[in-house]
C-alpha cells in the first residue's frame, strides 16, 4: 500500500472541502472496496476523507410514501429496515444476496453505489487494463473473461458492474442526491453509471469532489409484487453471474406494467427497457419468455461468457414468474 494520510470530516461541506484541497483524494465509507483497491495498488489515494460521523445514517419516510436512505446507512441496516422489508422487498432480497453478513455491516449504501468492477485484470496491476490505465489495452476482451460483461461493453473495456443492491435500485427509479462544491442535485439512478465506450475509467456522472448523500426511492405502492433473483457459481459470498430486479404493478390477475434491471451482465446496472414494454397482460411462460428475449437481444458474447446469455434470460423468466404469481 502506498503511503497516505487520513482526515476527518464531521459534516458534508467539510469533507468536500477536504477533498477537494487535495488532488487525488478520496472519500472512504466502509472501506471494504477502496482498502481491498489500495493492498493491491489500484487505488493510491494520498488523503482518505473519512466521512462516516457524517450525519448521513437515517432511512426515513417521505411524504406521499416514498423512502430516503442516507449515503451511509450500512447494506445491513437497509436490508432490515421496517420500511424497505413492507414497501421494497425486491431491494431487501438485492441486498441480502451481497457479499457476507460481515461484509453487509460495513458496507455503505454511497460506497455500494461507487464500488468498482470485479473484473480480475483490473485488480492485478501487471496486467493492462483500459479502466485502470487508460490507453494502455484491455486484457479481458482476449482474455479470460467469463466474468465479464454481455450487454453494454466497448472495443475497450467489457468490466461487468458488481452491486446487486444497484440493479434493484435501477429498478425501483431511485435518485441519487448527490452535494458538490456548485450545490446540491439529484440524478436518475438510471443515468448515474455510465457505459465504458472509450473512456471506460469514467464510470459515473459525479463530478470532482461531489459526495452522495442520499438515495430516494420514489413511492411505489405496487412493489410489493417484486422479486431479486441471483445466479452465481456458490449460494453466498460471492458476485452474480446473472441477475434479475423485477417490478411488476398488477391488477385483478393481469400485468399492467413492470420493470426489468439485470446484474452481471451489464457494464453497469442494466435496464431493460425494451422487454418491458412487453409486459402486459396474463402472466404466462409465453410472455416472459418474449420478454427476456428482448432484455438479451442485444447481448454479445466473448469467448468465455456466452452461456451468460441463456443464463440471464432463464434468470429473468424465472424472476418474472415467481413475482406474477405463476412460480
Ligand atoms: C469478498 C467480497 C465480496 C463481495 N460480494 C458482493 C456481492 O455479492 N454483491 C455486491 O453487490 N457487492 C459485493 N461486494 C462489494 C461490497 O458491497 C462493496 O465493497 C461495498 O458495498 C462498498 O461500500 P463501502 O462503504 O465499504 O465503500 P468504500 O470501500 O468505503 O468506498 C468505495 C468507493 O466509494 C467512494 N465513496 C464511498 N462513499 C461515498 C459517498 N457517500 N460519496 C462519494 N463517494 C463515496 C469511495 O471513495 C470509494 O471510491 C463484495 C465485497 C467483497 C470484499
Ligand atoms: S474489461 Fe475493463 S476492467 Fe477488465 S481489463 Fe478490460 S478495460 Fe480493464
New binding site residues.
Partial sequence: MEPFTIQQATDASAAIQAVNATPGS????????????MKMYV?T?AV?VN?NN?Q?NQVEALPHSGVRIG??V??SDLAYHPLIEKRYPVLLQ??L????PQ??N???????????T?CPYFFDVSFPCNKRTPGSGCSAIKGYNRSNAILGGSDHCIATH?????VAMAALDAGIR?KGPDGERVVPFTDFHLLPGDTPEKETV?KPG????AVDLPPLHHAAKSHYL?V?DRAS????LASAAVVLDMEDGQIRSGRIAL?GVGTKPWRAVKAESLLKGRPSEELFGAAALAALEDAKAQTYNGFKIELAKRTLIRALAIAGGIA
Fill in positions: 478520496k472519500y472512504i465509507a466502509g472501506g471494504t472496496n477502496l482498502v481491498d483497491l487505488e489515494p482518505l466521512i457524517l448521513l449515503a451511509l450500512r447494506n438485492a441486498l444476496s451481497g457479499a457476507s461484509l453487509r460495513m458496507a455503505t449504501t454511497g460506497g455500494n453505489i461507487l464500488q468498482r470485479r458488481p452491486s446487486d443492491m444497484c448527490l459525479l461531489e459526495l452522495i448523500t441471483k452465481r459470498y460471492e458476485f452474480a446484474g
